[in-house]
Structure formats: C-alpha cells, structure tokens
C-alpha cells in the first residue's frame, strides 16, 4: 500500500478526489479534509492502517458521484437517511474502487462501511461494534466532523466538538472521540477548517507515502481505464464514450504516421479527455434543452479542469493539452481559449474529431444519432472550420 517512486498513481487518485469536490467554481475540500483527519486518526490509533484509510478518504464518497447535488449538501437535509442513493453511495463506491489496482478489497471494505456507526445506528447494512471494519469507523468519524465543521462556518473547536458530541457520543467509541479531541486541540483544526495549506499538507503526504504493492502488470494502464469509466458514469448517455474516443483517435494517428509511442500517449489523452466534466452537475449534462448562460459557462470550464488535473499528475503532464483542447477549433471559434489551427496540438485536433464522431454515432437525447458514412459527410463539411484538413482527409479509416 502506497505511492510508486514517480507518485504518478497517488497524484491520479489524489486528482479524482479533486474534481469530485468541485462545485461550479468552488473548491470544496471535502475529501481531502476528510483524508487528512483520518490519517491523522489513524497514525494515533491504527497506525499499520493509516495508508489504506487516507485512500479511502479521498474517494470515500466516489460512489455518489452523478447525484443531483453533493452530499455535504444532500446529507443535511431532512430524510437523508432514508434516500435510497444516499444510503447507495458506501456500496456502490466500494465496487468501484475495489477494481483499482493498489487499493482493492481493503480500501473498499473501509469505504463500504464508513457510514456504519458503534451503535449499529448506521447505514447501510446497520453493523455494530467490531463488526464493523477498524479503519471505516476512523474514516466515519473524520466525515461526521468535516460535516459538522461546514455547519458552523467560522466556529471554533469547542464548538464544533459540542456539535459533533451530539451526534456522535454512541455512533464512535469514546476513546476514538477522545483522540480526536486531542488532535483538534493543536494546529489540526485551523488548518482543516480554513483550508489552510492543504495543498502542501497532501504533497508531503504523497511523498511520504510507502509504494503501492500493485500485484498486476501496467498499474496505471488499468487505473486509467477504470477512471474513464468512472468519467462515463457521470451522466446516463456516455457508457463507454471515452473508450471509444480513445479508440477512433488511436486509428486516425496511425494513419497519420504516428509512432506506436505517440499513439499510446494519444490513447491515454482520449480516455481521460473529459476528466474535467465530473465537476459539471448531472442536471446540466443531461439537460433535453438549451443550456442558459450559467450553464454554459460551468460546461465550458470542464476542459480547464481537464487540462489542471491531467498537469497535477507527473507522467500525464505532457498529454493534459492534448486531453484538454479538445473543444477549441481549426477556425478559432471554439473553447476554452479561442485557439486556432497551429495553436491547438496535433493530439487535440485529433481528439476532437474522435469525439465528434462519437457523438453524432451514439445514442444522445439531444441529436440525432447518425449512421457512420452521415456523421463522415458532416466532418467533410466542417473540414478547414471546425476540423483540422489533414485530420478529416484519413477520417474515412473510421469506418474500416
């Protein structure tokens, strides 16, 4: 358990847990916090187990992405507990990241039940006691004090601790409380509450960081792939687009001439191309109609946040524009920045092709969906306007 001398696989987990805490423009920390005070926990408690529950943390709620708001929002409001995708979540995201290679069974199994509680009071197979996995009460604890903490913004630890006993004092052993209390009497809380260097706080963390015992060949391959189908799950109409993508962009590159390197760089590109769209609400994604002002720009940003995130991670930072480009067009018309031909990298344009014509072949509730040779014709005719010419030129290898 841990991080890869390159880091590059705890940065690509660290990334995820990034996007998924964006909210339209506004960095909500919730998983780092969350990691952070459950490692700290842990290193008091079960120090043999503080890598696997700081994992856990980052990506504990993973399994609510797509929900209609986030669930430091959702849990709040009255019936929570009885919302069946609410109660969904520990479950669902433990399958998910029970697949990733370096994490697996024992992440997931601290993930699945970290909404279980002492008492048995919890969700969503209600355990109680030692039933419960050691490292999810520990993770339990840090998200019921991070809920807490936001509600009462600006409050100090006896505050929040007198707010946390309330709800607390059965759901986690008494002892556990008592180390927390102890943690927060430093400089823990500050740091957590005003979100205080975090970013440093995480890097050191990562470096720190023991390697990961991987036990499968080509980690982050694999890694990569299940991110793009976390990508895809965000909304109901994209099950393997990213795949796909990934697939016609590779063909078009080596019709290019693209070197077998180029092109296994380029299929890395195409599979994480929309990593920045987890932050784009699922209201907005699957809208029937037009997108309003607001609207538009929150999904314009998504390929910024692609290109961010892709930048974060040490061995993707030289295809994150490749990814991230992908909007922009031949003519300059497109976005985020309004580049134009020699200004947008090969790999975008290439990308952007790949992308398109996934879109117009594929069933999408907003288009219609078009046959390969109708969705060929209509890449003809935005040859020299939205396409790159020497990209639609071997476009017709697509249909092959």
């Known amino acids: 358990m841990g991080c890869p001398t390159d880091r590059s696989f705890c940065e690509l987990v660290v990334a995820l847990s990034t996007i998924l805490d964006v909210e339209e423009e506004t960095?909500?920390?919730?998983a780092w916090r969350v990691a952070l005070v459950a490692r700290e926990l842990a290193q008091k408690v079960l120090p043999g187990q503080a890598t696997p529950v700081f994992y856990a943390g980052l990506l504990?709620?993973?399994g609510g992405m797509g929900l209609d708001d986030h669930l430091v929002h959702l849990v709040l409001k009255a019936g929570a507990r009885q919302n069946p995708e609410i109660r969904a979540h520990p479950a669902r995201g433990a399958a998910m990241?029970?697949?990733?290679?370096?994490?697996?069974?024992?992440?997931?199994?601290?993930?699945?039940?970290?909404?279980?509680?002492?008492?048995?009071?919890?969700y969503p197979r209600g355990l109680k006691g030692e039933a419960i996995v050691p490292g999810a009460l520990l993770l339990g604890l840090a998200d019921e004090f991070d809920l807490t903490l936001r509600a009462y913004p600006g409050g100090d630890w006896p505050t929040v601790r007198k707010a946390l006993a309330r709800k607390a004092r059965r759901a986690f052993p008494p002892e556990l409380l008592a180390v927390l209390d102890s943690l927060m009497a430093g400089s823990l809380f500050t740091e957590v509450a005003t979100n205080t260097s975090l970013e440093l706080k995480m890097f050191r963390i990562i470096l720190d960081l023991p390697p990961v015992n991987f036990h499968v060949d080509e980690p982050?391959?694999?890694?990569?792939?299940?991110?793009?189908q976390i990508i895809d799950a965000k909304h109901a109409y994209t099950a393997g687009h990213s795949r796909r993508v990934a697939s016609y962009a590779m063909r078009l590159a080596r019709c290019l001439g693209f070197s077998e390197e180029a092109i296994q760089r380029l299929e890395i590109a195409g599979l994480l191309h929309d990593f920045g769209k987890i932050a784009v609400p699922r209201a907005i994604l699957d809208k029937p109609g037009r997108l309003d002002a607001r609207?538009?720009?929150i999904v314009r940003q998504h390929p910024v946040r692609t290109i961010d995130l892709l930048t974060s991670v040490t061995s993707l930072k030289d295809i994150a524009h490749d990814a991230g480009l992908h909007h922009e067009r031949y003519d300059g018309k497109?976005?985020?920045?309004?580049?134009?031909d020699g200004e947008i990298p090969l790999g975008a344009r290439i990308i952007a092709l790949?992308?398109?014509?996934?879109?117009?072949?594929?069933?999408r509730p907003y288009q219609p969906t078009r046959t390969p040779e109708e969705a060929l014709a209509i890449l003809n005719r935005g040859s020299g306007s939205q396409f790159d010419p020497a990209v639609v030129a071997v476009a017709p290898c697509l249909l092959t």
């Open 334 to 340: 497109g976005y985020p920045y309004g580049l134009h």
């Open 60 to 62: 504990h709620d993973i």
């Open 354 to 363: 790949a992308d398109a014509f996934d879109a117009m072949t594929s069933l």
């Open 220 to 228: 982050m391959k694999i890694t990569i792939n299940l991110f793009a």
């Open 27 to 30: 960095k909500l920390y919730h």
């Open 295 to 297: 609207e538009l720009k």
């Open 97 to 122: 990241v029970a697949a990733i290679p370096g994490l697996g069974e024992e992440v997931a199994a601290i993930i699945r039940d970290h909404h279980e509680r002492w008492d048995g009071s919890g």
